[in-house]
């Protein structure tokens, strides 16, 4: 009778692991007629009301109409864009960080100060999950043709597990007299990877020997001076040491030898023949007008 045969199974157990996806980024694309899901969300701080409307220019772009020369000496005049669809559709923030786009800008049109962006947002639930306001460096745009300037921006936010009911995103003018146009364009909401201000390791780390005191050699005697020091400045300490040291003991001779009290003394009679020669001297002058 044949036994059946039992063969080990040799396969390696494979562990399988789920790894999420990556979040896809949102995009807002803008034409000539439409902002691109976003809207004028209202102002603060500044005067007068600006223009918003949808562009071609610079491959489809929000044109903010602005004149900040009312508030050139204010440092927040707040204009707001909101955006439409997050009030309609919560939009998912999850695994996201960063919000990009390019802001187009003439430099002619202002003659002092600068910009901040301020990005704002709440959860479903009414929370505040977003609050930054970096200031913008327009010394790093690049030429953009016809006396325009792009300013690639780059927000970063902490990461959070949320769904967006609000998001509003402020261009603020800090002391600024900018008159003319601005574009908002390549809008876009993503992930990125954000300096942790960690450093990679190159080198692993080795174990050490313990270092035995009784091993080291030392020194028996240790100099009160930097044994590199210039032997000019040697000298000169060990001369101010001489000097303090014969300071001191003349001091302790004049105690000692009580001439101090020697000196007081002669002080002392010198001010009262001073004294008495004065007195002599007006009871002459007195003694002459009466003769007189």
Known sequence: MDLPVTVPNMLPHIAVCAVEAKQAPVEWKPGTDNLGGWKYGGKYGYKGKPELGGDKAFGGSIRLSVDFS???NDSWSEIKLENEEAGVKPLSIKGQNTLSF??????????????????YGKSVEEQEVINVCPELDLFKAKDAGNGMKCLPV????PSVD????????????????YKGDLYIGQMKLSEEKV????????????KQAKVQLNQLALP??????????AQEWIICRSCLRRLYAAMILCALKIYRS???LRIINWH???QMYRGRNLLECLATKQNGMVEK
């Open 220 to 229: 028996t005697e240790a100099a009160l001076v930097d044994a590199q020091a």
């Open 102 to 119: 390019n802001l187009y800008f003439k430099p002619e049109n202002m003659t002092q100060g600068g910009f901040k962006l301020k990005l």
């Open 154 to 157: 780059q927000i970063n936010f």
């Open 195 to 206: 300096p942790d201000g960690f450093v990679d390791v190159k080198i692993a780390p080795q």
């Open 162 to 177: 949320a769904s967006l009911s609000y998001l509003c995103r402020s261009l603020v003018g800090s002391s600024t007299d």
């Open 70 to 72: 009312r508030n050139a």
């Open 258 to 260: 009580k001439i101090w």
């Open 268 to 270: 002392r009679l010198f």
